[in-house]
Each structure stands twice: as C-alpha cells, then as structure tokens.
C-alpha cells in the first residue's frame, strides 16, 4: 500500500494501491503543477483551504496584462472513479462571476479531472479539516 505522496511519484506500475492524506500544502504543490500544465493563462499565486465541508481555492491569474484575483469555492466528489467537483461559489475580484464565465471554468476544470488526464485513479475522496485523503490505484 502506498501511504506517501514521494511513494506515489516512485510507483513504477499500475494498479498499486494507495491511500495518501495531504496537508493543505501539499494540495497546493500538486494544485500548482497542474495549473502550470497547459494553463490558458498565467497563474500567480495559488492559496487553498481545505474543510469538510468545502475546498476554498484562492489564485490570481493575469488577464490581458492586468492581475485577477480568482475564488472559487466547491466540493469534490467521486463517481464512478471520475474526479468531479461541484461550484459553490466563483468571484472574480470579489464579485460574482458571469454565468458565462462560470460555466466555462467548469467544464476546463472538470476537463483537467477527467481520467485520462489524471496520473492516477481515484477511488475516494475525504476531506477534513486543513487535509484531503485520497485513495485509489495507480495508473
């Protein structure tokens, strides 16, 4: 069972399982790679809070060379070990965003959760309180 997330970088073949509990911070590092793969727009600072009932994602991005500040707030789930999540809430510079815009950020990030774009297979997800655990296998 692969409890670590350099054990999980290491796994060298597929269908190895794994449960692995990441800090907020170690959220942010995956968070912040995958925003640096093929990103639409340059991503700045990358901020999350991870609770039960929620994942706060802070970032700011820039728009036609002017700095953005991106929340969106929401909840992951798993089905049928696709990686989904559900919006809350999505503010640009602190107000709403359109439901134009929303809609698109959406499909991207669902997109970018899709399986095939995953290194891994996620069977759970559980959140808690500054922590994420994940389970599954690898790919």
């Given at each position: 069972m692969i409890e670590t997330l350099d054990q999980l970088?290491?796994?060298?073949?597929?269908?190895?399982?794994?449960?692995?509990?990441?800090?907020?911070?170690e959220a942010v590092e995956i968070v912040t790679r995958q925003a640096a793969r093929g990103a639409p727009l340059p991503v700045g600072?990358?901020?999350?809070?991870?609770?039960?009932?929620?994942i706060a994602l802070l970032l700011?991005?820039?728009?036609?060379?002017?700095?953005?500040?991106?929340?969106?707030?929401?909840?992951?789930r798993v089905e049928a070990e696709q990686l989904r999540f559900e919006f809350h809430e999505l503010s640009l510079n602190g107000s709403p965003?359109?439901?134009?815009?929303?809609?698109?950020?959406?499909?991207?990030?669902?997109?970018?959760?899709a399986p095939d774009e995953?290194?891994?297979?996620?069977?759970?997800?559980?959140?808690?309180?500054?922590?994420?655990?994940l389970a599954g296998r690898t790919k």
């Amino acid at each position: 069972m692969i409890e670590t997330l350099d054990q999980l970088r290491a796994a060298d073949e597929p269908g190895r399982p794994f449960r692995i509990r990441l800090t907020e911070a170690e959220a942010v590092e995956i968070v912040t790679r995958q925003a640096a793969r093929g990103a639409p727009l340059p991503v700045g600072e990358i901020a999350l809070e991870l609770r039960p009932e929620h994942i706060a994602l802070l970032l700011e991005v820039t728009l036609v060379g002017m700095p953005m500040r991106v929340e969106v707030r929401g909840l992951p789930r798993v089905e049928a070990e696709q990686l989904r999540f559900e919006f809350h809430e999505l503010s640009l510079n602190g107000s709403p965003a359109p439901p134009f815009i929303q809609q698109q950020v959406v499909q991207r990030v669902n997109q970018r959760l899709a399986p095939d774009e995953l290194p891994i297979v996620i069977e759970s997800l559980e959140l808690g309180e500054g922590w994420v655990l994940l389970a599954g296998r690898t790919k």
